[in-house]
């Protein structure tokens, strides 16, 4: 098959151009294997396989995957994409940036709060068009969902950029997440446009059937849909043998919907690393164990 727009020559089944991006129909593409037959009450987690895509105003691509994530957003003059703090990687000279607690003041204590910068990004491309890339702080891969009309809830530490139409408000995640060390808030994000959201290590997508149930370890937890329900609780029966088993708080998921699990732990990385840190009570030494 052909680009209509290009007419660069292109695998079948391919939804947008390699080479200017356009978004190609639909008609006569086969539904994706990953989806299981069945599968409904949810519009799922739409990833475009090539990493590539457009939305209203800019082009994006995410490249190096998995370990080493970049995204790419080539944005049209006079538009804007919002990121959080401390997330860009490099800009056209061109692209203006500006920071601001978006919210005001109480949004910036919440999302303070969630483990999020008070601050919020904005990257506009002003006279002509502009380039921002992005890249998390830890090794890792990034996905670039593409939200139609969707909500969904985001790890507080995995939220990277997203269109500045949508709506990305910080909600209380309840009590017993402050004990699963993951804080008390996750992020909500609504509304149609591109979302990046980030992992260390690579991304694993499960998609759940109606009444499905599925257990995930907090620290693995990226993102996942608004229709799936989800409770906190301890990983075994009794503390005793939750404690043994070497696992905290796990949440527990109800279909339909997907999940995003990240298959690398932070904090069970601090863990390890943690012994070959200085001593703060010694001479000043490292500590290679014993």
């Not at 608004?226 to 409770?231: A, C, L, N, S, V």
């Not at 690398?264 to 943690?274: D, E, P, Q, V």
Request: charged share 15%.
């Amino acid at each position: 098959m052909n680009c209509p727009k290009c007419g660069t020559h292109l695998a079948e089944g391919s939804s947008f151009c390699s080479a200017c991006g356009n978004r190609l129909g639909t008609a006569g593409v086969p539904p994706s294997p990953r989806q299981p037959s069945g599968y409904s009450g949810a519009h799922g987690i739409h990833i475009d396989e090539d990493s590539r895509g457009q939305g209203s105003g800019y082009n994006y691509e995410v490249l190096h995957q998995p370990s080493f994530s970049l995204a790419v957003i080539k944005l049209q003059a006079e538009q804007s994409i919002q990121a959080e703090a401390g997330a860009m990687v490099s800009m056209s000279a061109n692209v203006e940036l500006q920071s601001q607690m978006k919210g005001g003041l109480f949004g910036a204590i919440k999302r303070a709060a969630g483990g999020e910068s008070a601050f919020v990004s904005t990257f506009t491309a002003r006279g002509g068009p502009g380039e921002v890339t992005f890249a998390p702080g830890a090794p890792g891969d990034i996905a670039a969902i593409e939200l139609s009309n969707q909500t969904f809830f985001v790890q507080s530490t995995s939220y990277l950029a997203g269109d500045a139409s949508l709506t990305v408000d910080t909600k209380w995640g309840g009590a017993k997440s402050f004990f699963g060390g993951e804080g008390l808030f996750v992020l909500l994000v609504q509304g149609q446009g591109l979302l990046l959201v980030s992992s260390f290590g690579a991304i694993h997508r499960k998609r759940l059937q109606g009444g499905e149930r599925y257990v995930v370890d907090t620290g693995h937890l990226v993102a996942w849909e608004g229709t799936t329900q989800y409770t906190l609780r301890k990983a075994a029966a009794g503390f005793f043998r939750s404690v043994m088993s070497g696992e905290g708080i796990v949440a527990e998921f109800t279909g339909p919907g997907e999940l995003l699990i990240q298959t690398r732990n932070l904090a069970a990385l601090a863990g390890l690393l943690k012994p070959f840190f200085p001593s703060q009570s010694g001479g000043g030494g490292f500590s290679l164990g014993s």
